[in-house]
Each structure stands twice: as structure tokens, then as C-alpha cells.
């Protein structure tokens, strides 16, 4: 079966060229299904591998939009349908000047093996645009997000596909997503889009979820070896929504949270993050992170372009982007006396900083079972959707707890099953690829 995996590894590099984000993610993948396939030879039968490795769709189009000086700006516009077998496209749209194929392959074929691992019924798809809305004024977030739509609408819907946030989408560019798909629809459907207001449609608990899920995953690995985040020094990467509710999250099980980061640099802060102040600086004022040094004061102090991971820590939390932490800083964290990382981004850590954690004996939770809390707080957004239902912050939450208990007891018991306990990435990864590639066997080939 090794043969078998080199073989179609070997072609999907070929003829994905110059996608090394995507081939990373799939060759990550592939390492842990050698047992799985000798267990299950159906799958190499109905060529299983080659169909997962093949989007179902992939969309580029012209994004034109008018700056506030009237002049014309074009983007490139992303949305890659990867697999429907366990229900309707579902993931994020990331407006970044980093977008572009080989991101949003990346993450579409992450997005089907989180959603698998959910126990929703969702399949997995990824978009977005290389646009970068730093240093735009509103105006022209909005006129970009309604072209971006004018577009997009054609080949989303609550049955079909359905987008979300990411890095640089929050509540505000949702809002203007969905106000156009509706005035070009002329359909009120709140399902087609999640992250919306709670207002309109939104759920509660869907702004804090990749946060708190995450924090939630790493409390119950940590339970293993009977430890909790309580007097925990904890870092963490970034400052946008997922790293500040992770940080509330944390703090609020009994966790020192000391350190957060931007692109630009880190805070530390000895007293602990003050998250009011935080707040203020990068969700209200959208400053960048060295604004909160200078407000906070005392002993916070700023190190510009520098990774947050110099900081000393006994948990590590990555909620930035792809590729943040490498070999040395990893490294570094073990020596420094890491206990446990969990994975807020999506693949945050190089692989080679990946092999360094698990040989260390620290305890790694990646990504596509960490942050599934949030998009499966987005299924449970599109249930209250389709019920024209609202439910409370406690009984979301609790639905949020279990199933991110679920998802970690589930690949705990996978790498147990496979012969490898502990091993998060063997179990996400078993764990998510037979319910997805058992539902494509059953749906035929297609």
C-alpha cells in the first residue's frame, strides 16, 4: 500500500505544479493512511485517493471594483469545491494578498477532513481573493465584497456551497456578502453564508468557536496526563478573532496568558493580556499589536520582526496563518519546556516542526481537529438557519463542547486502535478520511 500512496502522491504533485501548500497538506495526509488502506482495499479499488485529491470544482474569476479615488482595481477571485460526499460545500473565504490556487487547495482539502471530523453533515470547500484589505477604507471593502459576490452567488447556495469567514472576512465583510446575495436574489437565505450577525441570522458562540475550540481540544489532551490549563503559561500567535478567543478562553480555565502577536511583531506581557485593552487596539481601532504595548504600559514590551515563539511557554496556541512555526522555533519551545500545542491556524507548523514536537513527546493536536470548532458552530448556525430557530449562548456552547470532546476522543481512539496512542495527527487524519471515503464508495463513482 506504500507503493500505492507514492504513486498517486507522485501524481498529484505532477499535475498540481508549483502548489506547495497543497502538496504539503496532501503528503501530510498520506503518511498516515498506509494502515487504513491495508485494513480497507475497496478504497484503493475505487480509486479513492486520486477522487479526494481532485476538487470536484474549481472557480477563478475577475473581481473589479472602484477605489475611493475612482480608480479601477482588479483581484482574482478563488473558490475551490473539493468533496460534497458528506453534505454541501462548507469553509471560509480569506481576503489576503497571499491567496492564491495553491492556498485555497490547501485549505479545501484541510476543510474536508475538519468537517468530516465534526460528525456534521458538511463537505469541504475553501475561497477567497488575493485583495488585501488592510489600509482600505470601508467603502472600498464594501464595493470590493459586493463584486466579489456579484460573482460568487452564481455557484453558492444553503444546498450547495456554503462560505464563511477567514483571514481578513469578519462580521463586517459577511454582512456585505450576504446583503448583496440577497439583493441579487432577491431570496432572504440565511443559509447560504454563516458568520452573520446574531441579528440577522447569525449564531451565538460562532465568533468565539475556533477560539474556545481550540482551547477546549488542548484542555481534554492535557487531561490525559493530568494536567489542565490552570497556572499554565500559555503564547499565542496573532491577534485577530480566533487568538483573542482562544487567550479569553485559556485565562478563563486558569491559564497565563503572556503573549500575542501580528505580522509586523510581538507583545509579551508578564501581568498577563489585558483582553479589554487588546480588544480596543484590533477589533474596534484595527491598530497593529504594538499599539497595545504602548497603551498598556508596566511591563508590556513590543519586539518588532520577531515570531512570538522566542516567548518561553508551557502551551502554544498557533492562530495565525499557514507555516508560522519552523524546526527552530519549535525547538526552541521544547527547550523552553513546552508541554502541549494545539493548533488554532490551519497548518501553522512546518513539518519538520511537526516531527521535532512528537519526537519530543509534546503533545500536538493539528489543526483539522484543534480549530473544527468553528466551522461546526457554522453547521450549527445553518441548523438554527434552517429551523428559523435562535438558540441561547450556554446551550450553543455546550453543543460546542461536546463536539469538540467528541472530536478529540475520536482520534484518540483511532491512534490507540492503529497502534500509535497519543498520535493526533493518525487519528484526525484516519478518523476523517474513512467517513469521507466511505460515503464516496457508497455514492458511486462521481
Not at 513590543?302 to 512570538?308: G, T
Amino acid at each position: 500500500m506504500q507503493v500505492q500512496l507514492e504513486r498517486v502522491l507522485e501524481q498529484v504533485l505532477a499535475r498540481n505544479p508549483g502548489e506547495r501548500e497543497f502538496h504539503q497538506a496532501v503528503t501530510e495526509v498520506f503518511e498516515s493512511l498506509g494502515p487504513v488502506l491495508e485494513r480497507n482495499p475497496q478504497y484503493v479499488d475505487a480509486a479513492v485517493l486520486e477522487r479526494l485529491c481532485e476538487p470536484e470544482r474549481q472557480i477563478i474569476f475577475r473581481v473589479p471594483w472602484v477605489d475611493d479615488h475612482g480608480q479601477v482595481r482588479i483581484n482574482r477571485g478563488f473558490r475551490v469545491e473539493f468533496n460534497s460526499a458528506l453534505g454541501p460545500y462548507k469553509g471560509g473565504l480569506r481576503f489576503h494578498p497571499s491567496v492564491y490556487l495553491g492556498i485555497v487547495k490547501f485549505l479545501g482539502f484541510e476543510q474536508v477532513f475538519k468537517n468530516s471530523l465534526t460528525g456534521m453533515p458538511i463537505g469541504g470547500g475553501k475561497g477567497g481573493s488575493d485583495f488585501d484589505p488592510r489600509g482600505r477604507s470601508a467603502g472600498e471593502v464594501m464595493r470590493f465584497c459586493q463584486s466579489f459576490m456579484t460573482e460568487l452567488y452564481r455557484h453558492i447556495g444553503e444546498y450547495t456551497d456554503v462560505p464563511a469567514g477567514d483571514i481578513g472576512v469578519g462580521g463586517r465583510e459577511i454582512g456585505w456578502l450576504f446583503g448583496q446575495y440577497k439583493r441579487i436574489t432577491n431570496r432572504y437565505e440565511s443559509g447560504v453564508i454563516t458568520g452573520k450577525g446574531v441579528t440577522w441570522g447569525g449564531s451565538l458562540v460562532r465568533t468565539e468557536a475556533t477560539g474556545y475550540g481550540t482551547v477546549l481540544f488542548a484542555e481534554r489532551m492535557l487531561a490525559t496526563r493530568g494536567l489542565s490549563f490552570d497556572g499554565m503559561r500559555v503564547a499565542v500567535s496573532g491577534s485577530g478573532n480566533v487568538a483573542i478567543h482562544a487567550i479569553e478562553k485559556a485565562q478563563a480555565l486558569g491559564g497565563h496568558v503572556v503573549a500575542c502577536s501580528d505580522s509586523l511583531g510581538y507583545v509579551v506581557d508578564e501581568a498577563g493580556i489585558d483582553l479589554e485593552v487588546l480588544r480596543q487596539v484590533r477589533e474596534v481601532e484595527r491598530l497593529p499589536v504594538a499599539e497595545y504595548a504602548t497603551r498598556r504600559g508596566g511591563g508590556a514590551h513590543y519586539v518588532p520582526s520577531a515570531r512570538v515563539w522566542q516567548v518561553d511557554a508551557q502551551v502554544a496556541l498557533p492562530c495565525a496563518t499557514q507555516n508560522e512555526l519552523d524546526e527552530t522555533d519549535a525547538k526552541r519551545l521544547v527547550e523552553s519546556g513546552l508541554l502541549a500545542l494545539a493548533e488554532g491556524a490551519n497548518m501553522p507548523l512546518t513539518p519538520e516542526a511537526v516531527a521535532l514536537l512528537q519526537s519530543a513527546g509534546v503533545l500536538y493536536a493539528p489543526g483539522k481537529a484543534a480549530n473544527a470548532g468553528g466551522v461546526a458552530t457554522s453547521a450549527l448556525e445553518m441548523q438554527q438557519n434552517a429551523s428559523r430557530d435562535a438558540w441561547s449562548f450556554e446551550h450553543t456552547e455546550e453543543r460546542l463542547a461536546g463536539i469538540m470532546a467528541r472530536i478529540h476522543d475520536n482520534c484518540a481512539e483511532t491512534a490507540e486502535e492503529y497502534g500509535d496512542p497519543g498520535n493526533y495527527v493518525l487519528g484526525a487524519n484516519i478518523t476523517g478520511f474513512t467517513k469521507v471515503a466511505d460515503a464516496m464508495l457508497a455514492l458511486g463513482v462521481v
